[in-house]
């Protein structure tokens, strides 16, 4: 559909609505509306974001697809229950104010959250109209249409600051549960620090989600707001090395701390040779790559990363993909997926593989490695796989890979990214007398995020092991809320009665 | 939040020494720990470097590095009253401590600057000390007045003889293992390559010997791997579990490997840096 075509089909249907409404049948026939993307020739051999965003009448054609049912099955799907049909009515008004005050309602990061969240598992799975072409895809684009409404939203909007309470609140960690509880806390008047162990701001928004997908620019705006409302922020600063979550409390005068350190450490797969040079995790690889921006190395970055020209990349989600098309970004010639299960039960989202195969990755399915193998200088040449098929269901509810004997061949490949997820950082359980956590190394919290440990509450990965950034942002709500309610009740205390 | 070079100096050639504020990390920081440092926000690489010592009243960390590549020569060019962009920590698990007994402390070159505060708390914890520091050259000998004076013996050797014994570490190592009051324990700095043949040698002896590994990093906090060696044929993160590892069990080789990963890119990025250090006549500066 070309640009003209999609401006008179909108006025058509803007007038008919006027003339007494669209039908359902009418809103069924109107074209799902594709995402603007950059050309995948050419984005392969830059780092800017890939999807360039709906316009204006992309995003009313979009929401006029939606049959606003009274039962708001999106809703149910949203892990923070943002008021979907009503902002998007107000898109297909063509009020994009109005839009983005009733989703910042709900959601802090719009921005963040329409670009990253995984719609055809939450609220687009639901959607009616996706159900009645039994197509996700052609679920209305709640997310596209929120990202729309949040790009738009120039004029920063800084949410006003109850009176100062005197009371110090601790946010260990960045990412999103980190900046959502942060704003939160700092809203009803708290003393807020931020603390992030690495230089910049934002944990996995951007050490591990791409440019590409996710501009930095962006959460940087975020984070922007947050200083702006008088949080403060303190970067390199390890807590349990740098000081102890015990001395933020007993000698720092914070009385109460949220803990969103996220994942932790990389999940290796315990084969032979994964330590060889030129094996990677995903999160060293996307952080180097990222991070560090080592794909300006030579021409401003210091940060090395391996130039590689066959990478085979282990594991099957988002951030499996992430790296793959990061090395075909840094120059590699070939890109291998390798998955032990097939294409369906990858928990990746449809657009990131589709992303990746239009970028020339290669999938390679019901395949896993069985070894690393290097040359003399213990650099790798070859991984050794062995093919696999699918059994009977386990308790994910996804086939169970079986190894087929015998089946043994080797890809020849210079660099193996490993991402296959992560396990629990232990370093706030060395050093927190007292926090309990789980036989896996997670935090345990109650249904508030709070702690074994009085006024301490988290979230995120740390306690939920994989997380999404959205259920992160909902977590940091809901402690946030719960740090308030404690923090009065402390005040309340404190006061001469 | 940059911190300032309070002094700075050479220590030889190729090897320097900064006192430099970082309160928190003074007040934390315990024998055994290192920082992370780079020196500048969007492009700089973060690299871990060694606490030698801390004044934990004036809120300052003494570092002590060698020039090897681009940032540890950027820092070398730096002076009192600059301001070092980043620096993270203390990072590492902090060295077990206890009376062992007789310790020997094995520096090589730069190794002594982490070894320094170990010895110092080994020593007050009641051990006796026999210090071995080796280098290429006399000129390569570093801290070894503050060595002498905590060390009950203090043996120096360099490869050329222009100092002390003309020999390597492991020379007097070997017979000091050999004394009829055979040493409890033994701890050795330095590069891998030392690392591993002190490791052969007290193995001999059945001597239990911690090493503290000095491998690349990117995180410093166990969120990369980037810093994995083989401990006993299994991946351990350097940054977490340790720097200190029973040298026994630790896989040198593979660890060698490792350290040369980025090799080529390291040498290029030293040599843009020296051509622009030309460039701005930083080199006669720094030549004063
Ligand atoms: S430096 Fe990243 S895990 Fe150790």
Same mark, same amino acid.
């Given at each position: 559909?070309?640009?003209?075509?999609?401006?008179?089909?909108?006025?058509?249907?803007?007038?008919?609505?006027?003339?007494?409404?669209?039908?359902?049948?009418?809103?069924?026939?109107?074209?799902?509306?594709?995402?603007?993307?950059?050309?995948?020739?050419?984005?392969?051999?830059?780092?800017?974001?890939?999807?360039?965003?709906?316009?204006?009448?992309?995003?009313?054609?979009?929401?006029?697809?939606?049959?606003?049912?009274?039962?708001?099955?999106?809703?149910?799907?949203?892990?923070?229950?943002?008021?979907?049909?009503?902002?998007?009515?107000?898109?297909?008004?063509?009020?994009?104010?109005?839009?983005?005050?009733?989703?910042?309602?709900?959601?802090?990061?719009?921005?963040?959250?329409?670009?990253?969240?995984?719609?055809?598992?939450?609220?687009?799975?639901?959607?009616?109209?996706?159900?009645?072409?039994?197509?996700?895809?052609?679920?209305?684009?709640?997310?596209?249409?929120?990202?729309?409404?949040?790009?738009?939203?120039?004029?920063?909007?800084?949410?006003?600051?109850?009176?100062?309470?005197?009371?110090?609140?601790?946010?260990?960690?960045?990412?999103?549960?980190?900046?959502?509880?942060?704003?939160?806390?700092?809203?009803?008047?708290?003393?807020?620090?931020?603390?992030?162990?690495?230089?910049?701001?934002?944990?996995?928004?951007?050490?591990?989600?791409?440019?590409?997908?996710?501009?930095?620019?962006?959460?940087?705006?975020?984070?922007?707001?947050?200083?702006?409302?008088?949080?403060?922020?303190?970067?390199?600063?390890?807590?349990?090395?740098?000081?102890?979550?015990?001395?933020?409390?007993?000698?720092?005068?914070?009385?109460?701390?949220?803990?969103?350190?996220?994942?932790?450490?990389?999940?290796?797969?315990?084969?032979?040779?994964?330590?060889?040079?030129?094996?990677?995790?995903?999160?060293?690889?996307?952080?180097?790559?990222?991070?560090?921006?080592?794909?300006?190395?030579?021409?401003?970055?210091?940060?090395?990363?391996?130039?590689?020209?066959?990478?085979?990349?282990?594991?099957?989600?988002?951030?499996?993909?992430?790296?793959?098309?990061?090395?075909?970004?840094?120059?590699?010639?070939?890109?291998?997926?390798?998955?032990?299960?097939?294409?369906?039960?990858?928990?990746?989202?449809?657009?990131?593989?589709?992303?990746?195969?239009?970028?020339?990755?290669?999938?390679?399915?019901?395949?896993?490695?069985?070894?690393?193998?290097?040359?003399?200088?213990?650099?790798?040449?070859?991984?050794?796989?062995?093919?696999?098929?699918?059994?009977?269901?386990?308790?994910?509810?996804?086939?169970?890979?079986?190894?087929?004997?015998?089946?043994?061949?080797?890809?020849?490949?210079?660099?193996?990214?490993?991402?296959?997820?992560?396990?629990?950082?232990?370093?706030?359980?060395?050093?927190?007398?007292?926090?309990?956590?789980?036989?896996?190394?997670?935090?345990?919290?109650?249904?508030?995020?709070?702690?074994?440990?009085?006024?301490?509450?988290?979230?995120?990965?740390?306690?939920?092991?994989?997380?999404?950034?959205?259920?992160?942002?909902?977590?940091?709500?809901?402690?946030?809320?719960?740090?308030?309610?404690?923090?009065?009740?402390?005040?309340?205390?404190?006061?001469?009665? | 939040?940059?911190?300032?070079?309070?002094?700075?100096?050479?220590?030889?050639?190729?090897?320097?020494?900064?006192?430099?504020?970082?309160?928190?990390?003074?007040?934390?920081?315990?024998?055994?720990?290192?920082?992370? /440092?780079?020196?500048?926000?969007?492009? $700089?690489?973060?690299?871990? @470097?060694? %606490? #030698?010592? *801390?004044?934990? +009243?004036? &809120?300052?960390?003494?570092?002590?590095?060698?020039?090897?590549?681009?940032?540890?020569?950027?820092?070398?060019?730096?002076?009192?009253?600059?301001?070092?962009?980043?620096?993270?920590?203390?990072?590492?698990?902090?060295?077990?401590?206890?009376?062992?007994?007789?310790? /020997?402390?094995?520096?090589?070159?730069? $190794?002594?600057?982490?070894? @320094?505060? %170990? #010895?110092? *708390?080994?020593? +007050?914890? &009641?051990?006796?000390?026999?210090?071995?520091?080796?280098?290429?050259?006399?000129?390569?000998?570093?801290?070894?007045?503050?060595?002498?004076?905590?060390?009950?013996?203090?043996?120096?050797?360099?490869?050329?003889?222009?100092?002390?014994?003309?020999?390597?570490?492991?020379?007097?190592?070997?017979?000091?293992?050999?004394?009829?009051?055979?040493?409890?324990?033994?701890? *050795?700095?330095?590069?891998?390559?030392?690392?591993?043949?002190?490791?052969?040698?007290?193995?001999?002896?059945?001597?239990?010997?911690?090493?503290?590994?000095?491998?690349?990093?990117?995180?410093?906090?166990?969120?990369?791997?980037?810093?994995?060696?083989?401990?006993?044929?299994?991946?351990?993160?350097?940054?977490?579990?340790?720097?200190?590892?029973?040298?026994?069990?630790?896989?040198?080789?593979?660890?060698?490997?490792?350290?040369?990963?980025?090799?080529?890119?390291?040498?290029?990025?030293?040599?843009?840096?020296?051509?622009?250090?030309?460039?701005?006549?930083?080199?006669?500066?720094?030549?004063?």
């Amino acid at each position: 559909m070309t640009d003209k075509e999609r401006q008179e089909l909108l006025q058509r249907l803007l007038e008919k609505q006027k003339d007494g409404g669209l039908k359902p049948a009418d809103r069924y026939e109107i074209p799902p509306q594709d995402m603007p993307e950059q050309d995948p020739v050419e984005r392969a051999r830059n780092v800017n974001e890939v999807a360039t965003g709906y316009t204006e009448t992309h995003a009313r054609l979009e929401a006029l697809r939606c049959l606003q049912c009274k039962t708001a099955p999106c809703i149910k799907g949203c892990p923070v229950k943002i008021k979907i049909q009503d902002f998007i009515a107000a898109v297909s008004e063509g009020d994009f104010k109005k839009a983005l005050t009733i989703i910042k309602e709900n959601s802090l990061l719009p921005a963040v959250c329409g670009r990253v969240c995984p719609q055809e598992v939450q609220c687009q799975q639901t959607c009616t109209v996706g159900l009645k072409f039994k197509d996700p895809t052609k679920a209305v684009s709640i997310g596209r249409l929120e990202r729309f409404v949040a790009d738009l939203d120039q004029e920063e909007i800084i949410p006003t600051v109850a009176p100062n309470t005197g009371m110090k609140v601790a946010i260990i960690g960045s990412g999103p549960g980190g900046i959502v509880a942060a704003a939160d806390t700092r809203r009803a008047g708290h003393d807020v620090t931020l603390f992030e162990a690495f230089h910049k701001t934002g944990g996995v928004l951007v050490y591990g989600i791409p440019e590409f997908r996710l501009p930095k620019s962006i959460v940087q705006k975020e984070i922007d707001v947050l200083t702006k409302m008088g949080v403060k922020i303190v970067c390199n600063f390890v807590v349990g090395r740098t000081r102890t979550i015990e001395q933020l409390m007993k000698e720092d005068g914070f009385d109460a701390v949220y803990i969103g350190v996220g994942a932790g450490l990389p999940r290796f797969m315990g084969i032979e040779g994964e330590s060889l040079v030129g094996v990677y995790s995903a999160n060293e690889y996307l952080t180097r790559a990222n991070l560090m921006k080592a794909y300006d190395f030579g021409s401003g970055a210091d940060t090395p990363i391996a130039r590689s020209q066959k990478v085979a990349v282990t594991g099957g989600g988002n951030v499996a993909m992430d790296s793959a098309r990061t090395a075909v970004r840094l120059g590699a010639e070939k890109v291998y997926l390798v998955y032990r299960r097939t294409e369906k039960e990858m928990p990746a989202r449809i657009e990131e593989v589709h992303h990746a195969k239009q970028e020339g990755v290669e999938f390679h399915i019901l395949q896993s490695p069985k070894r690393v193998i290097g040359d003399e200088n213990s650099h790798v040449t070859a991984i050794e796989c062995l093919k696999y098929r699918l059994g009977e269901p386990d308790e994910s509810g996804r086939r169970r890979p079986i190894p087929i004997e015998g089946s043994e061949f080797q890809i020849d490949v210079d660099t193996v990214i490993i991402a296959i997820g992560n396990i629990a950082n232990p370093l706030i359980r060395q050093t927190t007398p007292g926090l309990e956590f789980n036989k896996w190394g997670n935090i345990v919290v109650d249904e508030n995020c709070k702690t074994s440990l009085e006024g301490v509450y988290a979230g995120g990965d740390i306690v939920s092991g994989a997380a999404t950034v959205i259920l992160a942002m909902g977590q940091g709500r809901i402690a946030a809320s719960a740090m308030n309610k404690y923090l009065a009740e402390k005040s309340d205390c404190n006061k001469p009665c | 939040m940059p911190h300032k070079i309070v002094s700075k100096r050479r220590l030889s050639e190729d090897v320097f020494t900064a006192e430099i504020e970082a309160r928190l990390v003074a007040q934390a920081r315990k024998p055994g720990q290192f920082v992370i /440092v780079s020196l500048n926000n969007e492009y $700089g690489e973060r690299i871990p @470097l060694t %606490i #030698a010592d *801390a004044e934990p +009243k004036r &809120g300052t960390i003494r570092l002590i590095w060698q020039r090897v590549g681009k940032t540890t020569a950027e820092l070398a060019d730096m002076q009192a009253g600059d301001e070092i962009a980043n620096v993270t920590g203390p990072l590492g698990k902090p060295t077990h401590v206890e009376n062992f007994g007789t310790v /020997v402390c094995v520096g090589g070159g730069i $190794g002594n600057a982490p070894l @320094l505060p %170990i #010895a110092k *708390a080994l020593k +007050k914890a &009641g051990n006796k000390i026999i210090s071995i520091l080796g280098a290429r050259n006399k000129e390569l000998i570093i801290l070894e007045d503050e060595f002498a004076a905590i060390c009950d013996e203090l043996i120096i050797t360099t490869d050329d003889g222009s100092y002390g014994r003309k020999a390597l570490v492991t020379e007097p190592l070997e017979e000091v293992c050999r004394r009829d009051n055979k040493p409890d324990q033994v701890v *050795a700095i330095g590069p891998a390559i030392m690392m591993k043949f002190c490791c052969e040698v007290t193995k001999k002896f059945n001597i239990p010997t911690q090493v503290s590994l000095n491998t690349i990093m990117v995180d410093g906090t166990g969120m990369c791997g980037g810093c994995r060696v083989e401990i006993d044929g299994q991946a351990k993160f350097v940054c977490v579990d340790s720097p200190e590892f029973d040298g026994h069990k630790v896989n040198f080789d593979l660890m060698i490997k490792r350290l040369n990963a980025y090799k080529d890119q390291e040498q290029e990025a030293y040599e843009q840096y020296n051509e622009h250090r030309c460039k701005i006549g930083l080199d006669k500066r720094n030549a004063e």
